[in-house]
């Protein structure tokens, strides 16, 4: 065999492929942390180790506004403080709080235009933007014209009956 190949290495070949590819895959099976792209809409939130993708969130509500006619948002890093502590507020009271008070609490903070969508039960990104575009409040708030940053957070209770509270907070 002039070429260099040796046709007794090819199962020793054969086996390193197939371990690294064991290992690879080994290292992802733990990951908890969204991934960029579609899978991070449907990743269940209801376990403490895993976390809301903001970025995602923010792409898909700026994608759906843009598609209605409005510009996109940013994520605020004020507005997102203040949503990750609202939605743990409403996981350690085991119920969603009222809009109109956040909204109120949001404007007395400085933010204008404020508004708020915050709700429970919702398990995944994708079901909470599928219930939020399917509800005329919840919609206006995600197309609010004069809004230009958000903040989005969940909080997961394993003792509640709703498992997953979210709040989506948005202002000029």
């Known amino acids: ?74 994520l605020d890093p004020d507005l997102q403080r203040l949503a990750e502590a609202e939605a743990a507020a409403m996981a350690a009271a085991d119920r969603p709080s009222s809009s109109r008070t956040v909204r109120s609490a949001v404007t007395r903070l400085g933010f204008e235009g404020a508004d708020a969508n915050l709700s429970a039960g919702y398990h995944t990104l994708a079901e909470a933007f599928s219930g939020w575009r399917d509800s005329p409040p919840h919609r206006a708030v995600m197309l609010k014209g004069d809004a230009t940053r958000m903040g989005i957070a969940t909080a997961y209770a394993p003792g509640s009956k709703y498992k997953v509270y979210w709040a989506l907070l948005v202002a000029k």
Do not use: K, W
């Open 1 to 74: 065999m002039g070429n260099g190949f040796v046709p007794a290495r090819l199962p020793h070949v054969a086996a390193a492929a197939a371990l690294a590819l064991a290992v690879l895959l080994q290292g992802c099976a733990g990951r908890t942390t969204p991934e960029a792209g579609f899978g991070s809409l449907y990743l269940p939130l209801t376990t403490a180790s895993t976390a809301l993708d903001a970025g995602a969130a923010r792409d898909m509500i700026s994608a759906y506004r843009g598609n209605n006619g409005e510009a996109p948002l940013r």
